[in-house]
């Protein structure tokens, strides 16, 4: 206690220190310009340094001895303190030595939080940490009080002085009261060592506490807009002041309460708190008197310095020693940068509204960060329990903990290498027998995409291009790729691809600010936004977990529900607000639902996120020019028209700058993959629908909206279900029923068959010399042979009939009420098709293709399915064993073999 007491005693005096010279630099500045501007740019000078410092010289804290690193930084600032105390220096010199020192702060307080954990024990260091939050707060306001008071009698230099003094007392109370120790070692290093800012990212624990750190920012509007709020209540000066204290009095008295609270319930509580600090915020919306107000700020900076004490303690705590100079150096700046940005954007706000709707909406995205933020930080702290960590700190991500969502062997499943041929659209068939593909738990048809299988529209929906993979991949997995921005994935991209990406983005921020030179944003606009975007990130994080299984079951344009939001917002927000309902959305679907699932890169939900820009702009343009601004106008026949006019061009301009990229990528058109199937696109334009009568709930009374929530809830997870069922029934690599599923059609259809008296003929069809097929182009180029060998198939047979893949290059086709004539028809018909197919693979063809086909016929052969499967099997070895690429059937083959012998 006693090295505490020291470090508390030298950082007050620093404190007060401080607070001191930044009165007398006022003063003096103003003294000599006259000017309020360069007033104003001495004291940034004394906040702005420290950003830098916390990044560049806080690391200092863990290469060198912290104590003596203390003392260093504390009689250096003394000597420039001392320097800035000699009368008659020039103004930038005088500006360049606050900056000096300033930045001499960031090692300090680096040392001393990385110190702090070491003196201080167990539940010792959160009492202390509440101790120094109080009483820094009273040194704050006795600097400025009491500076202001001597300046009365003393001349600024003086003050300046007084300050050196200071930061010497703090070093000989430091020196003399607090132990040497030695710069803490480093463990053995188990792999290879990542820098700070890595380690916090890839950490699931210190990347959620750092996001609550800087959270802190947006509950430093109140003070920030003190001024302004005060002028719209009609309150005098005395306003001013009373709520630009609210926020100091409350964080006394949360640093009071946090050494009561239960030490087993902080980390929930740290939650909590923070969400509950935005609480009082949203409910200045209502306008309450100005004693409800100051009591509402009060209670918002009590739970602000709670939760921001208790994150504190956790993140430190929680870095290896060796790392908590660096990491509380880079926290510190990023919370210090929070706070400047949330007032900067509240102020703007409040000049285009008004200042109470400004604090308003940042409570409420306080309360919604806070709750995501403090969201993850549960579940990591419960995942700790549950896991061992992973080398290097990290803990297993959703992506690799949540393969069992979509089967047994779906995450044990390696992805498949980069570098595969564009055709490798679908996923690939894991390796199994052909008996194995109809019983196992573990086949293909149940194992996710390889990365790059599945390219979103966005409509809502487009929210993720992602292209099938090249022979020059564009991506690598996340461990793989660098975060360096010269390596990253964009720039592998082919130049036509990089071409479109980069010009639909510019074109989005072109129109965008077109736009917004002709929008008026008001005070209802802003409410509307708010309630758009906190429905949509409420509907997104019911249903993360449903859209991540989604999305990696996607082997077409993935439609998700979004465009509910944003097609809505398009219809009545301002066209500069609705990409700012498209933003935050697709940031939540990334953050919550799509990071680390395979295929999912940020550059591709960029593009995506800037062709939902442009379709909503397109929307908007369309009901700009139709329909009337007043939502109680659009009863009339024409106004629906144009309602649905813009639906379709909503959907073209998104889905079709989709195609336009995913066939670029590909070098060739393929309307499945570009376009997607009949079903997604009927779900991208019944989530448009939604999306329409949306925004004429929200015209009504935004709070009708809240009823759309659970209709979405339930027509997502029934979305789940019919792609879960589809991909147990559906053979990823080439689009056909597999085994399972047409063994259940087939073996129903005999049922029906039997009850009918009617004739069920089954083909089975083998592609001839397969095998010399991948020996000589590779298994890539066979994987893409027995995709067009299933389009042929399936065109050739009738519509109703059904085709499968019965396992490796053998097919099975079903033709329920079929006669003999026209089975072998069918089966003469493929034949000849399979003869003429020309497969485009890069610079060559492959040709010369022939498949050999059994046919039976139900009830001929026996009354059980398997009967006329074994019959068609022998008959298949009968063309076989004839010269193959031939049509045979067993009754024609005894027939042959009686006449040969």
């Not at 504190?312 to 510190?332: S, T, W």
Request: glycine share 8%; hydrophobic share 50%.
């Amino acid at each position: 206690m006693r090295e505490f007491r020291a470090l508390w005693a030298a950082e007050l005096l620093s404190v007060a220190g401080d607070q001191l010279a930044r009165v007398g630099l006022a003063v003096l500045v103003y003294r000599h310009t006259n000017s309020a501007g360069w007033t104003a740019l001495t004291y940034a000078l004394t906040f702005l340094p420290a950003l830098l410092g916390g990044v560049l010289l806080a690391p200092l804290a863990d290469r060198f001895p912290r104590r003596e690193l203390m003392i260093g930084a504390d009689l250096a600032r003394a000597v420039v303190a001392a320097i800035m105390a000699v009368p008659g220096l020039p103004l930038p010199v005088l500006l360049a030595l606050v900056f000096l020192l300033t930045l001499g702060g960031a090692p300090f307080k680096a040392a001393q939080q990385a110190l702090l954990p070491t003196i201080l024990e167990g539940d010792r260091y959160v009492t202390g940490l509440s101790l120094r939050t109080v009483t820094n707060q009273f040194a704050q306001v006795g600097g400025f009080l009491g500076g202001g008071a001597l300046l009365v009698v003393l001349d600024p230099h003086v003050a300046l002085g007084l300050n050196a003094v200071t930061f010497v007392i703090a070093a000989a109370v430091v020196a003399a009261r607090v132990r040497h120790r030695p710069v803490p070692a480093a463990p053995e290093a188990r792999g290879r060592d990542t820098g700070v800012a890595r380690m916090l990212w890839q950490d699931r624990r210190l990347r959620a506490l750092v996001a609550l750190s800087w959270t802190v920012g947006i509950f430093t509007i109140p003070e920030g807009l003190a001024a302004p709020y005060a002028d719209t209540l009609g309150v005098a000066a005395i306003g001013v002041g009373l709520l630009m204290a609210a926020d100091p009095a409350g964080s006394i008295v949360g640093a009071w309460l946090v050494p009561k609270l239960p030490q087993d319930r902080r980390p929930a509580m740290t939650s909590w708190l923070a969400v509950a600090a935005g609480v009082p915020l949203m409910l200045c919306f209502f306008q309450p008197p100005l004693v409800v107000v100051v009591l509402l700020w009060a209670i918002s900076g009590a739970c602000t310095t709670a939760y921001l004490i208790l994150a504190q303690a956790a993140f430190i705590v929680g870095v290896p020693d060796h790392r908590r100079g660096a990491a509380a150096g880079l926290a510190g700046a990023g919370v210090l940068s929070s706070q400047g940005v949330a007032v900067l954007a509240a102020g703007v706000l409040a000049d285009a509204t008004d200042p109470v709707l400004a604090v308003a909406i940042g409570g409420v995205a306080g309360v919604a960060l806070t709750g995501l933020s403090g969201a993850s930080w549960l579940r990591a702290r419960s995942r700790q329990k549950q896991s061992p960590v992973q080398a290097g700190g990290r803990e297993p991500d959703d992506a690799e903990k949540h393969g069992e969502i979509t089967s047994p062997c779906s995450s044990s499943q390696a992805p498949p290498p980069s570098g595969g041929d564009e055709f490798d659209v679908k996923a690939p068939d894991q390796v199994f027998g052909q008996s194995t593909e109809i019983t196992s738990p573990c086949s293909s048809a149940f194992a996710p995409p390889p990365e790059g299988t599945a390219a979103e529209h966005g409509n809502g929906a487009a929210d993720q291009v992602v292209f099938a993979r090249s022979a020059q991949p564009a991506s690598l997995s996340t461990g793989e790729r660098s975060r360096a921005p010269w390596r990253w994935a964009l720039w592998g991209e082919p130049a036509r691809v990089l071409a479109l990406i980069l010009f639909v983005e510019a074109a989005a921020v072109g129109v965008t600010a077109f736009l917004a030179g002709h929008s008026v944003v008001d005070r209802d606009a802003v409410v509307t936004l708010g309630i758009i975007v906190f429905l949509g990130v409420t509907m997104g994080e019911l249903s993360r977990h449903v859209e991540r299984v989604r999305r990696r079951f996607n082997d077409t344009p993935h439609v998700n529900l979004t465009s509910v939001w944003t097609f809505s917002a398009a219809l009545v927000l301002p066209p500069v607000l609705t990409p700012a309902v498209i933003c935050l959305l697709y940031v939540h679907l990334f953050w919550r639902s799509w990071y680390r699932v395979r295929g999912v890169h940020p550059y591709r939900l960029v593009f995506t996120a800037s062709t939902v820009t442009l379709a909503a702009h397109t929307a908007w343009t369309i009901r700009h020019l139709f329909a009337p601004e007043s939502l109680g106008e659009w009863d009339r026949p024409l106004v629906v028209v144009a309602i649905a006019l813009a639906v379709v061009a909503y959907s073209c301009v998104n889905s079709g700058l989709v195609a336009v990229a995913i066939t670029l990528h590909e070098k060739r058109l393929d309307l499945r993959r570009a376009l997607g199937t009949g079903k997604e696109n009927a779900l991208e334009y019944g989530t448009l629908g939604l999306g329409a009568i949306t925004g004429l709930l929200i015209g009504f009374n935004p709070l009708w909206a809240v009823m759309i929530v659970p209709a979405l809830l339930v027509l997502h997870r029934s979305v789940l279900l019919r792609q879960l069922e589809e991909a147990a029934s559906t053979d990823q690599k080439t689009g056909l029923a597999n085994a399972t599923s047409w063994t259940n059609l087939a073996s129903a259809e005999i049922q029906r068959a039997a009850r009918d008296e009617s004739q069920v003929g089954v083909l089975m069809v083998d592609l001839d010399h397969f095998k010399a097929v991948n020996d000589a182009h590779g298994h890539l180029v066979g994987d893409q042979v027995l995709q067009a060998v299933a389009d042929v198939l399936s065109t050739s047979a009738r519509r109703y009939d059904v085709v499968g893949r019965w396992g490796g290059e053998e097919f099975v086709v079903l033709c329920p009420e079929i006669t003999r004539e026209a089975l072998r028809e069918i089966a003469e018909r493929m034949c000849e098709r399979v003869r003429e197919l020309r497969v485009p693979v890069e610079d060559r063809v492959i040709d010369g293709l022939s498949v050999s086909i059994g046919i039976a016929l139900y009830p001929e052969f026996g009354p059980e399915l398997q009967d006329v499967l074994f019959a068609a099997d022998d008959a298949l070895f009968v063309a076989k064993d004839s010269g193959r690429n031939q049509v045979q059937s067993i009754v024609a083959a005894i027939g042959d073999l009686t006449n040969g012998h």
